[in-house]
């Protein structure tokens, strides 16, 4: 009986034992689930100020871009209208000075062939002159729309970037 009553009494304390056990196992699941549940919501938190602060940052972007598309646009048209302005008075000043060469020739008479040849030298070289320069411009031209275009495709593919 005796036996049987400290077996009894250690199955006991053995059953206390292990429920005290479980209970702590619980308590301990119950607090991790909270900790991570509490984490998840500060997670959930972060990540909302994160996209926030991406979404101002690319507003801001965008509209630095738009302000710096625009400058450049009116600045591309100030370019092209001084472009036109000094070609137009290129043309006028060689028209002049065709109109005064044709003065001079027309009036010279048959024995000045000699400074006949050297006006005729000087307006070979104007032309040529005229030419290197419409071929400067149109270089420089070529180089500002290729210039226009490089920045207009990295436009693009920094938007595109920043839409992804």
């Known amino acids: 009986m005796e ?3 400290s077996l009894k009494t250690a199955v006991d304390s053995l059953t206390n034992r292990i429920q005290d056990l479980h209970g702590l196992v619980r308590e301990e699941r119950e607090q991790r689930r909270n900790d991570i549940e509490h984490l998840a919501t500060s997670l959930v938190g972060k990540v909302n100020e994160c996209v926030t602060a991406l979404d101002e940052e690319r507003s801001v972007r965008v509209t630095e871009q ?3 598309i625009k400058r450049f646009g009116e600045d591309l048209i100030t ?3 001084r472009i036109e302005a000094e070609k137009l008075n290129r043309d006028s000043e060689l028209g002049a000075l065709r109109s005064e060469i044709h003065d001079v020739l027309g009036n010279r008479s048959a024995n ?3 400074f006949k040849a050297a006006t005729l030298e000087e307006l070979a070289a104007l032309k040529s002159s005229l030419a290197l ?7 420089e031209d070529d180089e500002i729309v290729q210039a226009i275009n490089d920045y207009t495709r990295a436009l693009q593919e920094g938007l595109k970037l920043v839409n992804t």
């Open 3 to 5: 036996l049987q009553s």
């Open 66 to 68: 738009t302000v710096s």
């Open 79 to 81: 370019l092209q209208q």
């Open 112 to 114: 000045d062939e000699h």
């Open 133 to 139: 320069e419409r071929e400067e411009r149109v270089a």
